[in-house]
C-alpha cells in the first residue's frame, strides 16, 4: 500500500510489519460533531480496514485534547464544570462516529489523565537542553532541535504566519526566537479550574506536548503512520515532532498523513465561521450508510466543498446494492474486488473504490452464473465499512 508521506512530500510504500500502529489527533470536545471531523476520522477508519485487510494487526490511539483554552471559555458560558463539558461532548461525538460505522480506537487518551508523565516529559527536555524559564512558563528552544521544519519543510516566514493564526504568542518578550512554543504554563489565578499541582509548580501542559507523551505512553516511540487535519501540520505537528524526537525517540513517525477539509461556501468548516454542518443534522434525514458513501467520494488529501446531493445519489447507490445482494448468481467478484483493493492501496483512493463498487453492483444485477456472487459484494462493503440498515 502506498501513501502519500507529507514529510517527503512523495508517495511512499508503507512498510508494514505484523503490527501498524497509528496516532490521529482528535477533537477538542467543545462542539458537536460536524461533518469535518466525520470526513477527517471516517479516513482513518478506511486505512484501519484496509491493513486489517491485509492482515495486519493494527493498533489506533485518537487523543482527545481536553486541555485546551476556548474549553474553559465554553464551559464558563454554559455554567459547567470543563470536565462535564467534556464528556458530554465526547460522548455525543462516540455515538455519531459509531452511526457512521467508525472502528472504536485502541485508546483515547485526553492529557487531564497524562499530567505526571507530561510534566516528567517536560523535565526531560529542560534538562537535555531543549526548553526554558519563562517567568514560570517552559518553552521549547526550537534552535537546540534539528529536525524543526522537517515535517511541514515550510520557510521560516510561512511558519510565523501560521502559528500567528494558530494561537502562538510570537511576540512575547523575553523568548530566545519567536517560533519557541509553549511546554507548560504557569497559572497563578486559584479560580482557574484547569490547572494542577505538579512538581512544575502549579499550571497546566501547552498544546503540543500532550500528543508525543500520550502517543509514547499507548503506542511507544515510533509510531508507523501520524494522521490528522492538514491544518495541524504547523505548528502542532512540526512541534510534536521537534518534542519527540529531542527526548530521544527519532524516527518519531514513519508516515505523515493529512486529509483537506472538507468546504461550505468556499471555507474550511470550522465553528468561528458558522458554516458547520453537524452529523447529527444529516442523520435525522438521511441512513447512515448513505452519509459514509457520501464521504467516501471526497478523495482524503484533496476534500473539497460539500455537496448535499451526493446523498440522494448514495441512497439510490444503496437501494441497488440491497437488489444485488439478493440476487442469487452473478459474474466472478473477484476482478471487481481486486480493482477496489488497488484503488484503497493507491494513496486510499476511495472516491474510485466507490465507483468500482458501484460497477460491481450493477454488474451482479445484470446477472452471471457464478452462485454466491453476492457474497462478493458483501466482502466489498465490509471492507469500505458500508453497513446495510437492518429490515
Ligand atoms: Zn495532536
Excluded at 81 to 96: A, G, I, S
Excluded at 201 to 230: A, K, N, Q
Amino acid at each position: 500500500m502506498e501513501l502519500f508521506d507529507t514529510a517527503t512530500k512523495t508517495h511512499r510504500e508503507v512498510q508494514l510489519g505484523e503490527q501498524a500502529l497509528i496516532y490521529v489527533c482528535g477533537i477538542t470536545p467543545y462542539d458537536a460533531a460536524h461533518l469535518g471531523h466525520a470526513f477527517t476520522f471516517l479516513t482513518y477508519d478506511l486505512l484501519q480496514r484496509r491493513l486489517q485487510d491485509l492482515g495486519t494487526n493494527v493498533r489506533v490511539a485518537r487523543n482527545i485534547t481536553d486541555v485546551d483554552e476556548p474549553m474553559y471559555t465554553k464551559a464558563n458560558e454554559l455554567g459547567m464544570h470543563y470536565l462535564d463539558l467534556t464528556h458530554q461532548e465526547v460522548t455525543e461525538f462516540q455515538r455519531m462516529m459509531r452511526t457512521l460505522n467508525l472502528l472504536d480506537p485502541d485508546a483515547e487518551p485526553r492529557p487531564s489523565q497524562h499530567i505526571p508523565a507530561i510534566t516528567d516529559s517536560v523535565k526531560e527536555l529542560l534538562q537535555g537542553g531543549f526548553a526554558y524559564n519563562l517567568d514560570g512558563d517552559i518553552y521549547f528552544d526550537i534552535a537546540a532541535s534539528p529536525r524543526f521544519a522537517s515535517v511541514s519543510g515550510y520557510p521560516e516566514s510561512l511558519m510565523r504566519g501560521f502559528s500567528a493564526m494558530r494561537g502562538g504568542d510570537l511576540q512575547r518578550p523575553g523568548k530566545r526566537q519567536p517560533l519557541d512554543f509553549l511546554l507548560w504554563r504557569s497559572i497563578a489565578d486559584p479560580r482557574d479550574p484547569a490547572a494542577w499541582a505538579t512538581s512544575l509548580g502549579r499550571g497546566r501542559p501547552g498544546w503540543h506536548i500532550e500528543c508525543s507523551v500520550m502517543s509514547y505512553v499507548h503506542l511507544g516511540p515510533t509510531i508507523d503512520i501520524h494522521g490528522g487535519g492538514s491544518d495541524l501540520i504547523f505548528p502542532h505537528h512540526e512541534c510534536e515532532n521537534a518534542q519527540s524526537t529531542a527526548l530521544g525517540r527519532d524516527p518519531y513517525v514513519k508516515h505523515w498523513m493529512h486529509t483537506a477539509p472538507l468546504l461550505m461556501g468556499g471555507e474550511k468548516m470550522s465553528k468561528s465561521l458558522g458554516n458547520l454542518v453537524f452529523v447529527r443534522d444529516l442523520l435525522a434525514d438521511n441512513d447512515a450508510a448513505a452519509v459514509r458513501i457520501a464521504l467516501l467520494r471526497y478523495h482524503y488529501r484533496t476534500g473539497g466543498e460539500w455537496q448535499p446531493d451526493l446523498l440522494p445519489e448514495a441512497h439510490q447507490l444503496l437501494a441497488r446494492i440491497t437488489h444485488a445482494l439478493k440476487q442469487p448468481a452473478g459474474p466472478d467478484p473477484r476482478p471487481h474486488l481486486a480493482r477496489i483493493r488497488e484503488a484503497l492501496d493507491h494513496d486510499l483512493d476511495a472516491p474510485a473504490a466507490v465507483r468500482h463498487l458501484s460497477d460491481m453492483t450493477d454488474a451482479i444485477c445484470c446477472g452471471g452464473t457464478v452462485p454466491g456472487a453476492a457474497d462478493g459484494l458483501g466482502e466489498a462493503l465490509h471492507l469500505l465499512g458500508i453497513e446495510l440498515a437492518a429490515g
